[in-house]
């Protein structure tokens, strides 16, 4: 990818259109923004090898472009409203606008472009939808004040994060559904506090890395390639559904923290019921983690009699087993770091 010089200048504009939605103090900014990521986003998906990156990059555009829309539409009512005294109900446009942003991020109930279009992308392409474009969504919803609707949201990611990633066996629709449940503790967390909300997404985007950066490097769409690889390296394997079970938020590893701290102040918000919707969700994604992860760590499972060398640079596995080290190992850091502080 960085070989490529227009694909730098594509992913450069990109992080300038969602710089300028999070410091913009409009709302027009703020779609001016986020207009300027979607159109330097699209390029960045089409791969001209692959058909289905096009397809992908297609429907991207159209649910962004309805969204981007809805944004500016109800932008202008608003704006009439304060400049020309037009007796609009305030609660009304900002519902309009949250849900347009929702949308925009795939949030449940308006998440149904968002696992098809990951089926038809690369992994790093993956990646930046599951962690950069999801900033300036949040941001935004950060400023509306509709509690309502947002915990109809909540409730239903995390609902369809859980459920819809049963049945799946292609890795890409699998991390999609785990994105949306997760979508749903952060919009969850972004209902407490902000700092809540940043702590959150930089655990999750660390964890979304290591696993995708594996996926990548192996190139593993599907669940059987997961299970027919690594044979001569059992280490590999070990440590990749170790990053599994951090992701779906597995105690002791660094996965559980966020959750941990959202656990904690939703407790201290008496908000039991929400609560306990989000931990059995979570169950469900780590049962479904967990049955994937079972045969690695069966000792009868079967393996091929051939082993699959693989080409393995020597400093893509130094930055993978250092990330590891830290998805593992994490939670027991941080403790000890604060028990020494």
């Known amino acids: 990818m960085f070989n490529n010089s227009s694909k730098i200048l594509f992913l450069t504009i990109m992080i300038i259109g969602t710089m300028i939605t999070v410091t913009s103090n409009s709302w027009l900014g703020a779609w001016?923004?986020?207009?300027?990521?979607?159109?330097?986003?699209?390029?960045?998906?089409?791969?001209?090898?692959?058909?289905?990156?096009?397809?992908?990059?297609?429907?991207?555009?159209?649910?962004?472009a309805l969204a981007s829309t809805v944004l500016l539409f109800s932008s202008i009512i608003l704006m009439l409203k304060n400049n020309m005294n037009i007796e609009i109900n305030e609660s009304f446009t900002s519902m309009i606008i949250m849900s347009a942003l929702l949308l925009k991020m795939g949030a449940a109930p308006f998440h149904f472009w968002f696992p098809n279009m990951m089926e038809g992308l690369t992994w790093m392409n993956a990646l930046m939808l599951m962690t950069w474009q999801k900033i300036a969504p949040l941001m935004?919803?950060?400023?509306?004040?509709i509690k309502n609707l947002l915990l109809i949201s909540v409730i239903l990611s995390v609902i369809v994060g859980a459920i819809g990633g049963l049945n799946q066996t292609s890795l890409r629709k699998l991390m999609a559904f785990s994105s949306i449940n997760h979508l749903g503790w952060m919009l969850m967390s972004l209902m407490i506090s902000e700092s809540v909300w940043l702590i959150y997404?930089?655990?999750?985007?660390?964890?979304?890395?290591?696993?995708?950066?594996?996926?990548?490097?192996?190139k593993l769409f599907h669940l059987n390639q997961l299970f027919s690889?690594?044979?001569?390296?059992?280490?590999?394997?070990?440590?990749?559904?170790?990053?599994?079970?951090?992701?779906?938020?597995?105690?002791?590893?660094?996965?559980?923290l966020p959750k941990?701290?959202?656990?904690?102040?939703?407790?201290?918000?008496?908000?039991?019921?929400?609560?306990?919707?989000?931990?059995?969700?979570?169950?469900?994604?780590?049962?479904?983690?967990?049955?994937?992860?079972?045969?690695?760590?069966?000792?009868?499972?079967?393996?091929?009699?051939?082993?699959?060398?693989?080409?393995?640079?020597?400093?893509?596995?130094?930055?993978?087993?250092?990330?590891?080290?830290?998805?593992?190992?994490?939670?027991?850091?941080?403790?000890?770091?604060?028990?020494?502080?």
Not at 44 to 64: G, I, P, R, V
Not at 201 to 216: A, C, E, G, Q
């Open 32 to 64: 001016m923004g986020l207009e300027i990521n979607l159109l330097s986003f699209i390029p960045l998906l089409s791969d001209n090898n692959n058909l289905t990156s096009t397809e992908a990059s297609l429907k991207y555009f159209l649910t962004q």
């Open 140 to 145: 935004l919803i950060s400023y509306l004040n």
């Open 201 to 218: 997404f930089m655990f999750y985007s660390f964890l979304s890395f290591i696993l995708t950066f594996m996926f990548n490097i192996f």
């Open 229 to 256: 690889w690594f044979m001569n390296s059992k280490v590999l394997k070990f440590t990749l559904f170790m990053n599994f079970l951090s992701l779906g938020g597995l105690p002791p590893f660094l996965g559980f």
């Open 260 to 341: 941990w701290l959202v656990i904690q102040e939703l407790t201290f918000c008496n908000q039991y019921f929400t609560l306990t919707i989000m931990m059995m969700s979570t169950l469900i994604t780590l049962f479904f983690y967990l049955r994937i992860c079972y045969s690695a760590f069966m000792l009868n499972y079967y393996e091929n009699n051939w082993t699959i060398n693989t080409q393995f640079n020597n400093m893509n596995t130094n930055l993978y087993l250092i990330c590891t080290f830290f998805s593992i190992f994490g939670l027991f850091l941080i403790s000890l770091f604060f028990f020494m502080l």
